[in-house]
Protein backbone atom coordinates (compact mmCIF):
# COMPACT_ATOMS: atom_id res chain seq x y z
CA UNK A 1 0.00 0.00 0.00
CA UNK A 2 3.12 2.52 0.64
CA UNK A 3 5.25 1.19 -2.56
CA UNK A 4 3.39 3.72 -4.95
CA UNK A 5 3.76 7.33 -2.71
CA UNK A 6 7.79 6.17 -2.39
CA UNK A 7 8.01 4.90 -6.17
CA UNK A 8 6.99 9.16 -7.01
CA UNK A 9 8.99 9.97 -4.40
CA UNK A 10 11.85 8.69 -6.19
CA UNK A 11 10.64 9.79 -9.30
CA UNK A 12 10.25 13.44 -8.45
CA UNK A 13 13.87 13.61 -6.95
CA UNK A 14 15.61 12.52 -10.28
CA UNK A 15 13.72 14.96 -12.19
CA UNK A 16 14.74 17.84 -9.09
CA UNK A 17 18.20 16.59 -8.70
CA UNK A 18 20.30 15.56 -11.82
CA UNK A 19 22.17 12.59 -11.70
CA UNK A 20 25.74 14.64 -11.46
CA UNK A 21 24.57 16.62 -8.55
CA UNK A 22 24.34 13.78 -6.00
CA UNK A 23 27.43 11.03 -5.76
CA UNK A 24 27.14 7.48 -6.42
CA UNK A 25 26.77 6.65 -3.32
CA UNK A 26 23.88 8.38 -2.14
CA UNK A 27 22.02 7.28 -5.28
CA UNK A 28 22.80 3.84 -4.51
CA UNK A 29 21.54 4.52 -0.98
CA UNK A 30 18.20 5.73 -2.07
CA UNK A 31 17.38 3.17 -4.49
CA UNK A 32 18.36 0.86 -2.33
CA UNK A 33 16.13 2.27 0.61
CA UNK A 34 13.17 2.39 -1.80
CA UNK A 35 14.14 -1.49 -3.22
CA UNK A 36 13.48 -2.02 0.63
CA UNK A 37 10.55 0.10 0.94
CA UNK A 38 8.78 -1.60 -1.71
CA UNK A 39 9.62 -5.28 -0.43
CA UNK A 40 8.27 -4.85 2.69
CA UNK A 41 4.99 -3.12 1.02
CA UNK A 42 4.85 -6.31 -1.19
CA UNK A 43 5.08 -8.59 1.74
CA UNK A 44 2.61 -6.41 3.68
CA UNK A 45 0.31 -6.22 1.13
CA UNK A 46 0.41 -9.89 0.58
CA UNK A 47 -0.44 -10.70 4.44
CA UNK A 48 -3.25 -8.51 4.16
CA UNK A 49 -4.62 -10.40 1.18
CA UNK A 50 -4.19 -13.93 2.53
CA UNK A 51 -5.78 -12.50 6.29
CA UNK A 52 -8.53 -10.93 4.05
CA UNK A 53 -9.70 -14.11 2.18
CA UNK A 54 -9.20 -16.87 5.05
CA UNK A 55 -11.49 -14.51 7.04
CA UNK A 56 -13.70 -14.48 3.73
CA UNK A 57 -13.57 -18.43 3.76
CA UNK A 58 -14.43 -18.98 8.01
CA UNK A 59 -17.27 -16.00 7.56
CA UNK A 60 -18.86 -18.61 4.53
CA UNK A 61 -17.51 -22.08 5.39
CA UNK A 62 -19.90 -23.22 2.96
CA UNK A 63 -19.28 -21.55 0.09
CA UNK A 64 -18.15 -24.08 -1.57
CA UNK A 65 -20.26 -27.01 -0.64
CA UNK A 66 -23.46 -24.86 -1.32
CA UNK A 67 -23.06 -24.77 -4.76
CA UNK A 68 -23.12 -28.44 -4.91
CA UNK A 69 -26.05 -30.49 -5.83
CA UNK A 70 -27.66 -32.39 -2.85
CA UNK A 71 -28.04 -35.84 -3.53
CA UNK A 72 -31.82 -36.77 -4.82
CA UNK A 73 -33.63 -39.32 -2.80
CA UNK A 74 -34.99 -41.97 -4.52
CA UNK A 75 -37.62 -41.19 -7.35
CA UNK A 76 -41.75 -41.97 -6.75
CA UNK A 77 -42.61 -45.17 -7.52
CA UNK A 78 -44.88 -45.19 -10.94
CA UNK A 79 -48.67 -45.78 -10.73
CA UNK A 80 -49.36 -48.99 -12.00
CA UNK A 81 -50.88 -49.15 -15.37
CA UNK A 82 -54.55 -50.82 -15.43
CA UNK A 83 -56.96 -52.14 -18.32
CA UNK A 84 -59.42 -49.76 -18.75
CA UNK A 85 -62.73 -51.67 -18.00
CA UNK A 86 -65.01 -52.23 -21.09
CA UNK A 87 -67.85 -49.09 -21.77
CA UNK A 88 -71.07 -51.50 -22.08
CA UNK A 89 -74.87 -50.48 -21.90
CA UNK A 90 -75.89 -52.33 -18.87
CA UNK A 91 -79.64 -52.97 -19.97
CA UNK A 92 -78.16 -55.04 -22.73
CA UNK A 93 -78.96 -58.70 -22.86
CA UNK A 94 -75.76 -61.01 -22.28
CA UNK A 95 -75.85 -63.92 -24.66
CA UNK A 96 -72.41 -65.13 -23.69
CA UNK A 97 -71.48 -66.97 -20.23
CA UNK A 98 -70.67 -64.81 -17.67
CA UNK A 99 -67.17 -66.26 -17.02
CA UNK A 100 -65.89 -65.00 -20.25
CA UNK A 101 -68.16 -61.55 -19.77
CA UNK A 102 -67.02 -60.45 -16.68
CA UNK A 103 -63.11 -60.92 -17.05
CA UNK A 104 -62.99 -58.75 -20.13
CA UNK A 105 -61.25 -55.40 -20.36
CA UNK A 106 -59.35 -53.09 -22.80
CA UNK A 107 -56.15 -52.60 -22.60
CA UNK A 108 -55.10 -49.08 -22.59
CA UNK A 109 -54.78 -46.75 -25.86
CA UNK A 110 -51.38 -46.16 -26.97
CA UNK A 111 -50.32 -42.58 -27.24
CA UNK A 112 -47.66 -42.03 -30.04
CA UNK A 113 -45.02 -39.52 -29.21
CA UNK A 114 -43.87 -36.83 -32.02
CA UNK A 115 -40.26 -37.43 -33.18
CA UNK A 116 -38.26 -34.49 -33.07
CA UNK A 117 -37.64 -33.72 -37.17
CA UNK A 118 -41.45 -33.31 -36.96
CA UNK A 119 -41.74 -30.67 -34.45
CA UNK A 120 -43.15 -27.40 -35.93
CA UNK A 121 -41.50 -23.87 -34.72
CA UNK A 122 -44.53 -22.10 -35.01
CA UNK A 123 -45.33 -20.21 -32.59
CA UNK A 124 -48.24 -20.74 -30.52
CA UNK A 125 -51.40 -18.61 -30.90
CA UNK A 126 -52.60 -17.30 -27.21
CA UNK A 127 -55.90 -18.91 -26.52
CA UNK A 128 -58.83 -15.88 -25.93
CA UNK A 129 -59.51 -15.70 -22.33
CA UNK A 130 -61.70 -18.34 -20.87
CA UNK A 131 -63.81 -19.24 -18.12
CA UNK A 132 -62.04 -22.12 -15.75
CA UNK A 133 -62.38 -25.18 -16.69
CA UNK A 134 -64.58 -27.83 -14.65
CA UNK A 135 -63.21 -30.37 -12.68
CA UNK A 136 -61.32 -33.33 -13.73
CA UNK A 137 -63.15 -36.93 -12.69
CA UNK A 138 -60.61 -39.16 -12.69
CA UNK A 139 -60.63 -42.42 -13.42
CA UNK A 140 -62.22 -45.05 -10.96
CA UNK A 141 -59.36 -47.84 -10.22
CA UNK A 142 -60.72 -50.94 -8.57
CA UNK A 143 -60.48 -54.64 -8.51
CA UNK A 144 -57.99 -54.39 -11.24
CA UNK A 145 -59.80 -52.17 -13.92
CA UNK A 146 -59.81 -48.58 -14.68
CA UNK A 147 -63.17 -47.36 -15.18
CA UNK A 148 -63.39 -43.89 -17.15
CA UNK A 149 -65.34 -40.76 -16.52
CA UNK A 150 -68.73 -41.08 -18.35
CA UNK A 151 -68.82 -44.97 -18.60
CA UNK A 152 -70.54 -48.11 -17.30
CA UNK A 153 -69.51 -51.63 -17.17
CA UNK A 154 -69.19 -54.57 -15.37
CA UNK A 155 -66.35 -55.57 -12.77
CA UNK A 156 -65.74 -58.76 -11.42
CA UNK A 157 -64.56 -59.70 -7.70
CA UNK A 158 -63.96 -63.17 -6.42
CA UNK A 159 -62.88 -64.15 -2.85
CA UNK A 160 -60.45 -66.79 -3.78
CA UNK A 161 -61.13 -69.20 -1.56
CA UNK A 162 -62.95 -71.89 -3.49
CA UNK A 163 -61.96 -74.17 -5.91
CA UNK A 164 -60.66 -72.27 -8.86
CA UNK A 165 -62.05 -74.86 -11.08
CA UNK A 166 -65.53 -74.19 -9.65
CA UNK A 167 -65.49 -70.99 -8.85
CA UNK A 168 -67.51 -68.18 -10.82
CA UNK A 169 -66.64 -64.04 -10.23
CA UNK A 170 -69.04 -62.27 -8.62
CA UNK A 171 -70.31 -59.20 -10.98
CA UNK A 172 -69.79 -55.48 -9.60
CA UNK A 173 -72.01 -52.56 -11.94
CA UNK A 174 -70.48 -49.54 -12.09
CA UNK A 175 -71.66 -46.13 -13.50
CA UNK A 176 -68.80 -43.95 -13.27
CA UNK A 177 -70.33 -40.30 -14.40
CA UNK A 178 -68.94 -37.57 -16.34
CA UNK A 179 -69.18 -35.15 -13.71
CA UNK A 180 -67.70 -35.38 -9.94
CA UNK A 181 -69.90 -36.13 -7.34
CA UNK A 182 -70.26 -39.08 -4.17
CA UNK A 183 -69.48 -42.35 -4.42
CA UNK A 184 -72.59 -44.47 -3.25
CA UNK A 185 -72.62 -48.07 -3.17
CA UNK A 186 -75.29 -50.24 -2.77
CA UNK A 187 -75.07 -54.12 -1.78
CA UNK A 188 -77.47 -56.88 -1.96
CA UNK A 189 -77.97 -60.68 -1.24
CA UNK A 190 -75.64 -60.68 1.80
CA UNK A 191 -78.19 -62.96 2.77
CA UNK A 192 -78.31 -65.52 -0.83
CA UNK A 193 -82.39 -66.23 0.05
CA UNK A 194 -83.24 -62.07 0.11
CA UNK A 195 -84.62 -61.34 -3.05
CA UNK A 196 -85.78 -58.19 -3.36
CA UNK A 197 -82.53 -56.14 -2.74
CA UNK A 198 -81.36 -57.87 -6.07
CA UNK A 199 -84.26 -56.51 -7.78
CA UNK A 200 -83.99 -52.89 -6.14
CA UNK A 201 -80.14 -52.34 -7.37
CA UNK A 202 -80.95 -54.05 -10.92
CA UNK A 203 -83.57 -51.71 -11.63
CA UNK A 204 -81.20 -48.44 -10.01
CA UNK A 205 -78.06 -49.65 -11.61
CA UNK A 206 -79.70 -50.25 -15.20
CA UNK A 207 -81.93 -46.89 -15.55
CA UNK A 208 -78.59 -44.71 -15.22
CA UNK A 209 -77.31 -42.57 -17.62
CA UNK A 210 -73.38 -42.06 -17.28
CA UNK A 211 -73.43 -38.79 -19.12
CA UNK A 212 -76.23 -37.22 -16.67
CA UNK A 213 -74.43 -39.03 -13.31
CA UNK A 214 -72.33 -36.63 -10.76
CA UNK A 215 -70.43 -38.95 -8.78
CA UNK A 216 -70.25 -43.27 -9.08
CA UNK A 217 -73.18 -45.74 -7.76
CA UNK A 218 -71.28 -49.23 -7.52
CA UNK A 219 -73.77 -52.06 -6.97
CA UNK A 220 -73.26 -55.13 -6.13
CA UNK A 221 -76.49 -57.61 -6.52
CA UNK A 222 -75.84 -60.77 -5.24
CA UNK A 223 -72.93 -60.97 -2.91
CA UNK A 224 -73.50 -64.55 -1.51
CA UNK A 225 -73.69 -66.09 -4.97
CA UNK A 226 -73.14 -69.60 -3.45
CA UNK A 227 -76.14 -69.09 -0.85
CA UNK A 228 -78.18 -67.85 -3.45
CA UNK A 229 -77.46 -70.33 -5.93
CA UNK A 230 -78.59 -72.79 -3.25
CA UNK A 231 -81.54 -70.63 -2.13
CA UNK A 232 -79.61 -70.48 1.31
CA UNK A 233 -79.40 -67.57 3.75
CA UNK A 234 -76.06 -69.12 4.50
CA UNK A 235 -72.82 -69.80 3.15
CA UNK A 236 -71.99 -73.16 1.88
CA UNK A 237 -70.18 -73.51 5.48
CA UNK A 238 -73.62 -72.70 7.17
CA UNK A 239 -72.42 -69.87 8.59
CA UNK A 240 -73.86 -65.92 8.14
CA UNK A 241 -71.59 -64.00 5.80
CA UNK A 242 -73.63 -60.73 8.13
CA UNK A 243 -71.70 -61.59 10.76
CA UNK A 244 -67.85 -61.94 9.89
CA UNK A 245 -67.21 -58.01 8.65
CA UNK A 246 -64.52 -56.36 8.38
CA UNK A 247 -63.36 -59.72 8.34
CA UNK A 248 -59.92 -61.53 8.76
CA UNK A 249 -57.64 -62.49 5.71
CA UNK A 250 -56.76 -65.70 7.80
CA UNK A 251 -59.62 -66.87 9.51
CA UNK A 252 -62.69 -68.63 8.93
CA UNK A 253 -63.91 -69.07 4.93
CA UNK A 254 -66.65 -66.49 5.78
CA UNK A 255 -64.17 -64.22 7.29
CA UNK A 256 -61.71 -64.36 4.67
CA UNK A 257 -64.76 -63.75 2.21
CA UNK A 258 -66.05 -60.72 4.31
CA UNK A 259 -62.31 -59.74 4.69
CA UNK A 260 -62.01 -59.62 0.69
CA UNK A 261 -65.57 -57.72 -0.09
CA UNK A 262 -64.69 -55.34 2.41
CA UNK A 263 -61.25 -54.17 1.24
CA UNK A 264 -61.87 -54.47 -2.32
CA UNK A 265 -65.35 -52.91 -2.73
CA UNK A 266 -67.02 -51.58 0.84
CA UNK A 267 -63.35 -49.51 1.16
CA UNK A 268 -64.29 -47.52 -2.67
CA UNK A 269 -67.91 -46.54 -0.94
CA UNK A 270 -68.63 -43.11 1.02
CA UNK A 271 -72.03 -44.44 1.46
CA UNK A 272 -73.41 -47.32 1.79
CA UNK A 273 -76.51 -48.72 1.40
CA UNK A 274 -76.97 -52.61 2.58
CA UNK A 275 -80.24 -54.34 1.05
CA UNK A 276 -82.04 -57.14 3.17
CA UNK A 277 -85.39 -58.64 3.72
CA UNK A 278 -87.26 -60.45 6.78
CA UNK A 279 -85.78 -63.79 7.68
CA UNK A 280 -87.02 -67.53 7.83
CA UNK A 281 -90.54 -66.63 6.78
CA UNK A 282 -90.71 -63.95 8.46
CA UNK A 283 -91.75 -59.80 7.01
CA UNK A 284 -90.64 -56.39 7.40
CA UNK A 285 -92.21 -52.98 6.71
CA UNK A 286 -90.01 -51.35 4.26
CA UNK A 287 -87.74 -49.70 6.62
CA UNK A 288 -83.58 -48.02 7.48
CA UNK A 289 -81.85 -49.37 10.34
CA UNK A 290 -79.29 -47.05 11.16
CA UNK A 291 -77.00 -45.65 14.11
CA UNK A 292 -79.22 -42.59 14.54
CA UNK A 293 -76.33 -41.16 17.48
CA UNK A 294 -73.82 -40.77 14.25
CA UNK A 295 -74.66 -37.63 12.51
CA UNK A 296 -73.13 -38.66 9.34
CA UNK A 297 -75.28 -41.87 9.39
CA UNK A 298 -78.42 -39.60 10.24
CA UNK A 299 -77.67 -36.88 7.74
CA UNK A 300 -78.12 -40.13 5.21
CA UNK A 301 -81.23 -41.39 6.50
CA UNK A 302 -82.71 -37.48 6.04
CA UNK A 303 -82.30 -37.87 2.12
CA UNK A 304 -83.75 -40.71 1.64
CA UNK A 305 -87.55 -40.12 1.30
CA UNK A 306 -90.43 -41.40 2.83
CA UNK A 307 -89.47 -44.17 4.70
CA UNK A 308 -89.71 -45.44 8.33
CA UNK A 309 -86.74 -45.66 10.29
CA UNK A 310 -85.60 -47.79 12.97
CA UNK A 311 -82.22 -46.85 15.43
CA UNK A 312 -80.19 -49.97 15.42
CA UNK A 313 -76.52 -49.44 16.08
CA UNK A 314 -76.33 -53.06 14.13
CA UNK A 315 -75.20 -56.70 15.01
CA UNK A 316 -71.71 -57.15 16.03
CA UNK A 317 -70.04 -58.25 12.76
CA UNK A 318 -72.89 -56.99 10.29
CA UNK A 319 -71.33 -55.21 7.52
CA UNK A 320 -73.43 -51.81 8.08
CA UNK A 321 -71.60 -51.61 11.86
CA UNK A 322 -68.09 -52.07 10.00
CA UNK A 323 -69.03 -49.76 7.51
CA UNK A 324 -69.33 -47.20 9.85
CA UNK A 325 -66.46 -48.09 12.35
CA UNK A 326 -64.64 -47.54 9.02
CA UNK A 327 -65.72 -43.67 8.71
CA UNK A 328 -68.34 -44.78 6.05
CA UNK A 329 -72.14 -43.76 6.63
CA UNK A 330 -74.12 -46.56 6.18
CA UNK A 331 -77.60 -47.82 6.75
CA UNK A 332 -79.63 -51.25 6.39
CA UNK A 333 -82.49 -50.71 4.25
CA UNK A 334 -85.23 -53.80 5.04
CA UNK A 335 -87.97 -54.63 2.91
CA UNK A 336 -90.36 -57.55 2.66
CA UNK A 337 -89.91 -61.26 2.72
CA UNK A 338 -86.67 -64.19 1.81
CA UNK A 339 -87.43 -66.15 -1.20
CA UNK A 340 -90.08 -63.90 -3.06
CA UNK A 341 -89.79 -61.08 -4.87
CA UNK A 342 -92.72 -57.99 -3.78
CA UNK A 343 -93.36 -55.46 -6.30
CA UNK A 344 -94.55 -52.94 -3.52
CA UNK A 345 -91.51 -53.37 -1.26
CA UNK A 346 -89.21 -53.25 -4.53
CA UNK A 347 -90.50 -50.39 -5.34
CA UNK A 348 -90.22 -48.77 -2.44
CA UNK A 349 -86.99 -49.26 -1.79
CA UNK A 350 -86.46 -48.29 -5.35
CA UNK A 351 -87.52 -44.83 -4.52
CA UNK A 352 -86.08 -44.39 -1.61
CA UNK A 353 -82.63 -44.77 -3.61
CA UNK A 354 -83.72 -42.15 -5.93
CA UNK A 355 -84.34 -39.98 -3.14
CA UNK A 356 -80.85 -40.62 -1.93
CA UNK A 357 -79.10 -39.67 -4.97
CA UNK A 358 -81.30 -36.70 -6.41
CA UNK A 359 -80.64 -35.00 -2.26
CA UNK A 360 -76.79 -35.94 -3.17
CA UNK A 361 -77.60 -34.23 -6.21
CA UNK A 362 -76.09 -36.89 -8.38
CA UNK A 363 -78.62 -37.64 -11.05
CA UNK A 364 -81.96 -35.71 -11.81
CA UNK A 365 -84.96 -37.47 -11.23
CA UNK A 366 -88.00 -36.41 -12.66
CA UNK A 367 -91.83 -36.87 -11.12
CA UNK A 368 -90.50 -38.03 -7.89
CA UNK A 369 -93.32 -39.23 -5.40
CA UNK A 370 -95.67 -37.13 -3.34
CA UNK A 371 -93.81 -35.67 -0.34
CA UNK A 372 -94.53 -37.65 3.01
CA UNK A 373 -93.50 -38.26 6.20
CA UNK A 374 -92.72 -41.66 7.97
CA UNK A 375 -92.16 -41.69 11.99
CA UNK A 376 -88.86 -42.25 13.39
CA UNK A 377 -88.68 -45.28 15.72
CA UNK A 378 -85.78 -45.47 18.64
CA UNK A 379 -86.13 -48.46 20.26
CA UNK A 380 -88.39 -51.26 19.00
CA UNK A 381 -89.74 -54.66 20.95
CA UNK A 382 -90.60 -58.13 19.59
CA UNK A 383 -93.30 -60.32 20.98
CA UNK A 384 -92.81 -63.71 21.41
CA UNK A 385 -95.37 -66.65 21.65
CA UNK A 386 -95.99 -68.38 24.49
CA UNK A 387 -96.24 -71.77 23.35
CA UNK A 388 -95.54 -73.63 19.90
CA UNK A 389 -97.84 -74.46 16.93
CA UNK A 390 -99.44 -72.88 14.04
CA UNK A 391 -99.52 -69.28 13.97
CA UNK A 392 -102.28 -67.55 12.63
CA UNK A 393 -101.82 -63.91 12.48
CA UNK A 394 -104.65 -60.67 12.94
CA UNK A 395 -102.81 -57.96 12.38
CA UNK A 396 -101.60 -56.97 9.32
CA UNK A 397 -97.99 -55.22 8.59
CA UNK A 398 -97.87 -51.64 9.08
CA UNK A 399 -100.61 -51.70 11.75
CA UNK A 400 -100.76 -48.77 14.32
CA UNK A 401 -101.52 -51.26 17.41
CA UNK A 402 -102.91 -49.85 21.28
CA UNK A 403 -101.63 -51.51 24.75
CA UNK A 404 -102.92 -55.37 24.96
CA UNK A 405 -104.49 -55.14 21.50
CA UNK A 406 -105.29 -59.26 20.13
CA UNK A 407 -102.71 -59.57 17.64
CA UNK A 408 -102.96 -63.36 16.42
CA UNK A 409 -103.19 -66.79 18.15
CA UNK A 410 -101.04 -69.79 18.16
CA UNK A 411 -102.40 -73.28 18.07
CA UNK A 412 -101.31 -76.65 18.66
CA UNK A 413 -102.65 -78.94 16.15
CA UNK A 414 -102.63 -82.09 18.17
CA UNK A 415 -103.72 -80.92 21.05
CA UNK A 416 -106.10 -77.83 19.90
CA UNK A 417 -105.19 -75.45 22.75
CA UNK A 418 -104.92 -71.98 21.46
CA UNK A 419 -103.02 -69.48 22.95
CA UNK A 420 -103.57 -65.48 22.30
CA UNK A 421 -101.05 -63.13 21.47
CA UNK A 422 -101.57 -59.10 22.31
CA UNK A 423 -99.32 -56.36 22.41
CA UNK A 424 -97.71 -55.53 25.09
CA UNK A 425 -97.08 -51.73 24.47
CA UNK A 426 -98.84 -49.08 21.90
CA UNK A 427 -96.74 -49.02 18.59
CA UNK A 428 -96.59 -49.76 15.14
CA UNK A 429 -96.02 -53.50 13.52
CA UNK A 430 -92.71 -53.06 11.72
CA UNK A 431 -92.13 -56.50 11.25
CA UNK A 432 -93.75 -59.93 11.49
CA UNK A 433 -94.08 -63.72 11.29
CA UNK A 434 -95.69 -65.24 8.46
CA UNK A 435 -98.22 -67.72 9.06
CA UNK A 436 -95.99 -71.13 10.03
CA UNK A 437 -95.44 -73.28 12.54
CA UNK A 438 -93.97 -71.93 15.67
CA UNK A 439 -91.87 -72.84 18.97
CA UNK A 440 -91.69 -71.92 22.21
CA UNK A 441 -90.49 -68.25 22.32
CA UNK A 442 -90.35 -67.68 18.50
CA UNK A 443 -89.89 -63.72 17.93
CA UNK A 444 -93.67 -63.44 15.83
CA UNK A 445 -94.23 -59.49 16.06
CA UNK A 446 -91.84 -56.37 15.95
CA UNK A 447 -92.85 -52.72 17.52
CA UNK A 448 -91.82 -50.01 16.81
CA UNK A 449 -92.60 -47.52 19.50
CA UNK A 450 -91.57 -43.46 20.47
CA UNK A 451 -89.13 -43.07 22.31
CA UNK A 452 -86.39 -39.95 23.13
CA UNK A 453 -82.90 -40.13 21.50
CA UNK A 454 -81.58 -39.89 25.49
CA UNK A 455 -83.49 -43.11 26.14
CA UNK A 456 -82.28 -44.70 22.99
CA UNK A 457 -78.80 -43.70 24.09
CA UNK A 458 -78.58 -44.95 27.96
CA UNK A 459 -80.30 -47.94 26.42
CA UNK A 460 -76.94 -48.26 23.95
CA UNK A 461 -75.20 -47.75 26.75
CA UNK A 462 -75.84 -51.61 28.17
CA UNK A 463 -74.32 -54.52 27.67
CA UNK A 464 -72.21 -55.26 23.74
CA UNK A 465 -74.96 -57.23 21.56
CA UNK A 466 -77.90 -57.32 24.21
CA UNK A 467 -80.32 -59.34 22.51
CA UNK A 468 -83.44 -58.74 23.90
CA UNK A 469 -84.87 -55.28 22.06
CA UNK A 470 -82.14 -55.34 19.34
CA UNK A 471 -83.86 -54.89 15.40
CA UNK A 472 -81.61 -57.94 14.11
CA UNK A 473 -83.53 -60.20 17.73
CA UNK A 474 -84.74 -62.52 14.66
CA UNK A 475 -81.25 -63.28 13.43
CA UNK A 476 -79.82 -63.87 16.40
CA UNK A 477 -82.08 -66.55 17.59
CA UNK A 478 -82.81 -68.54 14.69
CA UNK A 479 -78.72 -69.02 13.31
CA UNK A 480 -77.31 -72.08 13.55
CA UNK A 481 -74.10 -70.88 15.37
CA UNK A 482 -73.44 -68.32 17.61
CA UNK A 483 -71.36 -65.00 16.25
CA UNK A 484 -67.66 -65.77 16.75
CA UNK A 485 -65.22 -63.17 17.48
CA UNK A 486 -63.63 -61.79 15.05
CA UNK A 487 -60.02 -60.59 16.56
CA UNK A 488 -58.32 -64.15 16.52
CA UNK A 489 -57.34 -65.92 13.15
CA UNK A 490 -58.96 -68.94 13.88
CA UNK A 491 -62.76 -68.45 13.54
Not at 73 to 97: M, R, Y
Not at 108 to 124: M, N, R, S
Not at 255 to 275: G, K, M, P, T, W
Request: charge should be negative.
Amino acid sequence: MALFPRVCLFALLTLAFPAGWASDEESHSLGEEIAESASEASTDSGAVSATETIASESENPASETSSAPEPAGPPPEPVPALPQAENVNLKEVISKPLQEVLPQVQPPPVVEETAPDQVTTTEPVAPPAEPAPPPVVEPLRMLGAEVLPGTSTRLAWSAKDFLAGISVPTPVLVVHGAKPGPRVCLTAALHGDELNGIEVVRRVLYDLQPDKLNGTVIGVPIVNLQGFRRASRYLPDRRDLNRYFPGHPTGSSAARIAHSFFNEVISHCQYLVDLHTGSFRRTNLPQLRADLTNPGVAELTRHMGAIVVLHSKGTRGSLRRAAVNAGIPAVTLEAGEPLNVEPDAVQQGVHSIEALLSKLNMYPYKGMWARKTEPVYYKSRWVRVPAGGILLNKVRLGERVKANQFLGTVTDPITNISHEIHAPIPGRVIGMALNQVMLPGFAAYHLGYQATAEEAAEFDAGPEDAADDDADVEEEEDGFEPSLPQTGAVQ
